[in-house]
């Protein structure tokens, strides 16, 4: 699964740190996922939406070929 996390959090001009502290989570994480090397869980993917101001469907991008 691809996403737009470091898109949409540079366009808010957020860091990688200032997203996971309104998730929660460490800055690890955020760059982990934002890598494709960790799909977060629901709860977090619905937390990094409402951090990005965006949907999960937006934020997420389905990719059959993966």
Do not use: G, W
């Not at 309104?22 to 760059?31: A, D, E, M």
């Not at 993917?45 to 389905?62: E, P, R």
Request: glycine fraction near 0%; charge should be negative.
């Amino acid at each position: 699964m691809k996403n737009r996390i470091h898109e949409l959090r540079k366009s808010l001009k957020l860091s990688q740190q200032e997203v996971a502290e309104l998730c929660h989570v460490s800055r690890q994480t955020i760059n982990a996922i934002e890598n494709n090397k960790y799909d977060p869980s629901l709860s977090l993917a619905f937390d990094l939406a409402k951090a990005l101001h965006t949907t999960v469907d937006t934020l997420f991008i389905y990719d059959e070929t993966l």
